[in-house]
């Protein structure tokens, strides 16, 4: 297996490109489901979880060339054969649990493996699946598997979510669009990556209104049409680079980033002294000169601290100067960073959903490793602030979540580099 190699402590000065957001393009791939003409999708980015997304949909029957390298994506599902996604792929990724809603409504039935359990929290689907019975689709969960079906079609109704869920308020959005009748999801998701879903299904014909608030209103239509739409802009990949000169030292000009998808993120990241500022390409973060200070942080869905910022966030804070809190509000095992960044020399204590993390002045080098994608990123980081040779394996989270992550680092000056596995 792979591992990332870093010498820490060189300040970093350049610009890193950002990507397409993965978590939007999983959502927005399964909407091919939804059309017999083709779908193209620009600014992809190249990762592992769109591949596995990828087999998913050929599974399924669909189509899906790669054109630029994988950054255009063609998906075409005029000759759908499949509703059966298997268990094999969706242990892999729990994003495929977003082709229930567009094979039902298209093709009155499905049978999708349940994920199980993940490495972050429990992450039931059980939202996604109350929300579809809504709309008239019969759930029966059989060996493992989710049965649904909706034979005669099915039919818009009012569903309110009792919190706030990302995965569910858009599988629900790609199974409404084809409903008889008027939707309205209440206490819907309000995360970009939900309002470039709406607007993709909106160049093919659908009928959306309120994406981005908590109120989202479909009418249902006949048949979707192909279309060719931009994924939008990685707000995660964006505050992972973000942090990076917060952490090593120097400025980063992050090209491409939005301030306004990253806005509470960038809020906390000047209240702990860095120059942040929206530049004519992107976004730019200077570091202040002096330690960065502690902050509090709280995450929450959009417009809120990013959870999947959250363990980034925490790997600045073990050099800041004071005491800094997080609280872990959407996953209940989101801390796996902790103990590896404690083995960097990190002081951090870890109650429930709450960390307390008392800044040191250097972290040091170290052997490490993580159980999902954001803590190993947050591990790189600290590699770069830290003394000394950081090792991170299980480099395959990384490869699901950013590409050329040790390319974009080493381009604007971080010691970085992958170590082949035997
Ligand atoms: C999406 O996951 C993202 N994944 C996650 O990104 C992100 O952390 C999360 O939203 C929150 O922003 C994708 O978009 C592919 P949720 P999702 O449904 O949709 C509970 C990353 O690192 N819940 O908003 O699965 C759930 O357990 C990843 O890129 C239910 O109880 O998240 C969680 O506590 C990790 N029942 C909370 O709701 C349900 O049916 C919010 O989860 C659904 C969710």
Same mark, same amino acid.
């Given at each position: 297996?792979?591992?990332?190699?870093?010498?820490?402590?060189?300040?970093?000065?350049?610009?890193?490109?950002?990507?397409?957001?993965?978590?939007?393009?999983?959502?927005?791939?399964?909407?091919?489901?939804?059309?017999?003409?083709?779908?193209?999708?620009?600014?992809?980015?190249?990762?592992?979880?769109?591949?596995?997304?990828?087999?998913?949909?050929?599974?399924?029957?669909?189509?899906?060339?790669?054109?630029?390298?994988?950054?255009?994506?063609?998906?075409?599902?005029?000759?759908?054969?499949?509703?059966?996604?298997?268990?094999?792929?969706?242990?892999?990724?729990?994003?495929?649990?977003?082709?229930?809603?567009?094979?039902?409504?298209?093709?009155?039935?499905?049978?999708?493996?349940?994920?199980?359990?993940?490495?972050?929290?429990?992450?039931?689907?059980?939202?996604?699946?109350?929300?579809?019975?809504?709309?008239?689709?019969?759930?029966?969960?059989?060996?493992?598997?989710?049965?649904?079906?909706?034979?005669?079609?099915?039919?818009?109704?009012?569903?309110?979510?009792?919190?706030?869920?990302?995965?569910?308020?858009?599988?629900?959005?790609?199974?409404?669009?084809?409903?008889?009748?008027?939707?309205?999801?209440?206490?819907?998701?309000?995360?970009?990556?939900?309002?470039?879903?709406?607007?993709?299904?909106?160049?093919?014909?659908?009928?959306?209104?309120?994406?981005?608030? /908590?109120?989202?209103?479909?009418? &249902? @239509?006949? %048949? $979707?049409? *192909? !279309?060719?739409?931009?994924?939008?802009?990685? #707000?995660?990949?964006?505050?992972?680079?973000?942090?990076?000169?917060?952490?090593?030292?120097?400025?980063?000009?992050?090209?491409?980033?939005?301030?306004?998808?990253?806005?509470?993120?960038?809020?906390?990241?000047?209240?702990?002294?860095?120059?942040?500022?929206?530049?004519?390409?992107?976004?730019?973060?200077?570091?202040?000169?002096?330690?960065?200070?502690?902050?509090?942080?709280?995450?929450?869905?959009?417009?809120?601290?990013?959870?999947?910022?959250?363990?980034?966030?925490?790997?600045?804070?073990?050099?800041?100067?004071?005491?800094?809190?997080?609280?872990?509000?959407?996953?209940?095992?989101?801390?796996?960073?902790?103990?590896?960044?404690?083995?960097?020399?990190?002081?951090?204590?870890?109650?429930? /959903?709450?960390?307390?993390?008392? &800044? @040191?002045? %250097? $972290?040091? *080098? !170290?052997?490490?490793?993580?159980?999902?994608? #954001?803590?190993?990123?947050?591990?790189?980081?600290?590699?770069?602030?830290?003394?000394?040779?950081?090792?991170?394996?299980?480099?395959?989270?990384?490869?699901?979540?950013?590409?050329?992550?040790?390319?974009?680092?080493?381009?604007?000056?971080?010691?970085?580099?992958?170590?082949?596995?035997?």
């Amino acid at each position: 297996m792979d591992s990332i190699l870093i010498h820490g402590g060189t300040p970093l000065a350049g610009r890193i490109p950002i990507a397409g957001a993965k978590n939007a393009c999983l959502a927005l791939m399964p909407a091919t489901l939804l059309s017999d003409e083709p779908l193209t999708l620009t600014n992809c980015p190249r990762l592992s979880d769109i591949r596995t997304m990828t087999q998913l949909l050929q599974s399924l029957g669909a189509e899906v060339s790669q054109l630029q390298g994988g950054q255009v994506l063609v998906l075409s599902s005029h000759d759908l054969a499949g509703v059966r996604a298997d268990y094999d792929i969706v242990r892999k990724m729990r994003a495929s649990i977003l082709v229930l809603g567009p094979l039902v409504a298209r093709r009155g039935r499905a049978e999708v493996s349940l994920p199980g359990g993940c490495a972050i929290g429990a992450r039931p689907v059980d939202l996604h699946l109350r929300a579809l019975e809504a709309l008239g689709a019969a759930m029966d969960l059989r060996d493992g598997y989710v049965h649904a079906s909706a034979p005669s079609g099915l039919r818009g109704a009012v569903v309110e979510f009792p919190f706030v869920s990302v995965g569910a308020t858009e599988n629900l959005l790609l199974a409404a669009v084809l409903a008889r009748g008027t939707t309205v999801i209440r206490n819907a998701a309000r995360e970009p990556e939900v309002v470039d879903l709406a607007r993709c299904l909106r160049r093919m014909g659908a009928r959306i209104a309120g994406e981005g608030t /908590g109120v989202i209103e479909i009418e &249902g @239509v006949d %048949r $979707l049409a *192909g !279309a060719t739409h931009p994924v939008v802009v990685d #707000r995660i990949e964006l505050g992972t680079y973000m942090l990076a000169p917060a952490i090593a030292g120097g400025e980063v000009e992050c090209l491409g980033g939005r301030l306004d998808l990253v806005a509470a993120f960038a809020d906390t990241l000047a209240r702990t002294g860095m120059e942040v500022r929206a530049t004519a390409d992107g976004v730019a973060v200077r570091h202040g000169g002096a330690r960065p200070r502690a902050v509090d942080v709280v995450t929450a869905p959009f417009p809120g601290f990013p959870t999947d910022l959250q363990a980034q966030m925490m790997a600045l804070l073990c050099i800041a100067e004071g005491e800094s809190v997080l609280e872990e509000r959407i996953f209940e095992n989101r801390f796996m960073h902790a103990p590896e960044l404690l083995r960097m020399g990190a002081r951090i204590e870890v109650h429930g /959903g709450t960390a307390r993390v008392h &800044g @040191v002045e %250097r $972290l040091r *080098g !170290a052997p490490v490793m993580a159980t999902d994608l #954001r803590a190993s990123v947050s591990l790189i980081l600290a590699g770069l602030a830290a003394a000394g040779e950081t090792v991170v394996s299980r480099v395959y989270h990384l490869d699901r979540g950013y590409e050329r992550l040790e390319a974009k680092l080493s381009a604007v000056g971080a010691r970085i580099e992958r170590v082949q596995g035997t």
